[in-house]
């Protein structure tokens, strides 16, 4: 039995705090959940996974985040306990259907994940996804904690419930990925099917029915405000005249800072959770009882800009503050000791910091940037494609493990901005220059959004490549499955849609199928991609190692290593490959069989054949 799955309240469990949110959803009696996986949120739709396995909960790896939550809007409309997961920039593939649903609202409790990433640990930006709530006018949450985690979650079913409304509940990397103690509560019964209740004219959002939904919308904001007002998320902590507010993981910044400081008995502390709308009874409170205040908020300054007007509309006149103080900016995540130097700039607190070690006289840590694993079938398709390719060439990119061909000596990413955006912007490059244009997609992010762009570049007669990279899983967001994946497997039965049939029903005419990992024959395909006249489509297919070990599906095969006395020492092999197999002592090129994946791509180049396979 998967363990969050285990009935029994009051027990304690450590868990991830995306297991945490799982969790709540399990508490609140989820019955339906959609998802794109994208770190830093994917670990949630992994537990939805394995228990759909074991349960009559309803589970799918949807196309793209826009499907996922049209898929749940209509489980949520029907009256069923719906999550959809999904990271920050997924949120935007998903903001047509949000700003609507928001004012059909639903039935059935319905809860949005909406995993932000300061910092940008696996992402394209870090955007701010509160903006989201204020945008949509729907209700938004933020844990501080992995138990709070689990007990918002439980909570944001009931707010979604009552209101009738989807309610977002967001996250951050170092909350989505901390590990703390959670005491479990009961298991609710899943209703699993309900009875569509037709109403269009309060569903169909033609122009006369949103007129009047939109008006509905700030009638439920206004309840929502007072929720966030008398509900147990949003709470001032302390009398003291020193003001400090926080969010999110910053609130435990906060508090250890304070207790560090010494300062205890002279700061209120206002602690928000239930963040939109702002709780204004609690706000006006609070600004009343101190003399100044310091808000400590990663990313935008928008608890700053809502409390300095707030405090305008008061006619209060306090020093309120945020960016500025301090390390605190618009830039990446905060950290504790970055915090701590803030409160006591600010409030002139004596704080000498800790002391410095010095570490002078060590090394510096050699960089360790990422790079395509040894074995990725991408560094082959990027190698055959070169061969193909012009000096000036320009390669769109897309959203995945081959964003990676950015480093040297790929060297094969020019311009990517977002999942499709590789094909669709490969057609302004071929309108707008001269220059032959070559863009990479992977299968998963293909289905996402790539078809479209597909479908644009062929109806307006566009002259470009584009090479579907299919290693048979969404591998860099931890081998989930997509439209074009045998899931037999994984233990669960789906329809596979074959890639080649849907470029093909697209209107693509010259198509090219290759096994990355046969050198010749793949560069000769890519030769004859590149030279045809319009829209042409190679499909890279070999699955990726580590998918297919984590299966099953494929054993350590041959080793490789150099034969010395073959070898002269051209490094092509290293110049042009970059495997991290491969390393360099004492001027010479070994290959550490730890590593070697036998792949064979090194060998196939090697001009003297000094690659070989290692007998042991």
């Known amino acids: 039995m998967h363990k969050l799955l285990t009935d029994s309240p009051g027990k304690v469990m450590l868990l991830l705090g995306n297991e945490a949110i799982a969790r709540g959803a399990l508490e609140a009696g989820v019955a339906f959940a959609t998802c794109y996986p994208g770190t830093p949120s994917s670990e949630i739709p992994e537990q939805f996974f394995s228990i759909s396995r074991e349960t009559d909960l309803y589970f799918e790896y949807s196309t793209n985040e826009k499907v996922a939550l049209e898929v749940g809007a209509g489980a949520a409309v029907s009256g069923l306990r719906t999550m959809v997961t999904m990271k920050h920039v997924g949120v935007n593939a998903a903001a047509d259907a949000l700003m609507t649903l928001a004012y059909t609202g639903v039935k059935g409790g319905m809860v949005i994940i909406s995993a932000d990433d300061p910092s940008l640990f696996s992402s394209q930006n870090e955007q701010d996804n509160r903006y989201y709530a204020r945008l949509s006018g729907l209700p938004m949450l933020e844990p501080t904690t992995t138990q709070e985690m689990k007990d918002m979650t439980v909570a944001a079913f009931d707010i979604s419930e009552e209101l009738r409304l989807p309610v977002i509940l967001r996250t951050t990397t170092r909350l989505n990925h901390v590990r703390g103690s959670v005491e479990l509560g009961s298991l609710r019964p899943r209703i699993t099917k309900s009875i569509f209740k037709k109403d269009p004219f309060h569903l169909v959002t033609v122009p006369a029915v949103s007129r009047n939904l939109h008006k509905v919308l700030l009638d439920k904001y206004d309840r929502a405000t007072k929720m966030a007002d008398n509900g147990p998320w949003n709470r001032i902590i302390g009398n003291g005249k020193w003001g400090i507010v926080a969010n999110g993981v910053s609130l435990n910044y906060v508090k250890d800072a304070v207790s560090d400081l010494g300062m205890t008995d002279d700061v209120s502390i206002f602690a928000l959770g239930f963040s939109w709308p702002m709780p204004n009874a609690i706000c006006s409170k609070f600004l009343q009882q101190v003399d100044k205040v310091l808000v400590v908020e990663e990313l935008e300054p928008i608890l700053e800009h809502d409390l300095k007007a707030m405090a305008q509309e008061m ?302």
């Open 315 to 616: 006619n209060v006149t306090i020093s309120i503050k945020g960016k500025g103080v301090g390390g605190l900016s618009r830039l990446y995540e905060y950290d504790p000791a970055m915090v701590r130097s803030a409160i006591a700039e600010y409030f002139e607190v004596e704080y000498e910091g800790a002391l410095k070690l010095d570490l002078s006289s060590i090394p510096e840590l050699p960089a360790r940037p990422p790079n395509l694993c040894a074995g990725c079938p991408h560094r082959a398709t990027y190698y055959a494609v070169k061969q193909a390719a012009d000096a000036d060439t320009i390669y769109p990119t897309d959203i995945g493990c081959y964003t990676l061909g950015v480093s040297a000596p790929i060297s094969m990413a020019d311009f990517g901005i977002c999942m499709g955006s590789s094909v669709s912007s490969s057609c302004g490059f071929s309108r707008a220059t001269n220059q032959k244009v070559i863009s990479f997609i992977g299968d998963s992010t293909f289905f996402h959004s790539g078809i479209t762009g597909l479908i644009n570049a062929v109806h307006n007669n566009h002259q470009f490549t584009l090479v579907i990279l299919d290693n048979g899983t969404t591998a860099m967001t931890g081998h989930q499955p997509h439209p074009g994946v045998d899931t037999a497997p994984l233990g669960v039965e789906r329809t596979r849609i074959s890639i080649e049939d849907v470029v093909r029903g697209c209107g693509v005419k010259d198509i090219h199928v290759v096994k990355p990992f046969q050198i010749k024959k793949t560069i000769e395909a890519a030769k004859a991609a590149v030279n045809f006249k319009g829209v042409s489509v190679i499909i890279s297919q070999e699955i990726c190692p580590l998918f297919a070990k984590a299966i099953g599906q494929k054993g350590k095969s041959r080793v490789f290593h150099v034969n010395p006395e073959r070898c002269k020492n051209h490094r092509i092999c290293i110049n042009q490959l970059a495997c991290p197999a491969m390393y360099l002592k004492e001027e010479r090129v070994f290959i550490d069989k730890n590593q070697c994946n036998g792949c064979s791509i090194c060998a196939q180049i090697c001009p003297e054949n000094a690659i070989v396979p290692l007998k042991e």
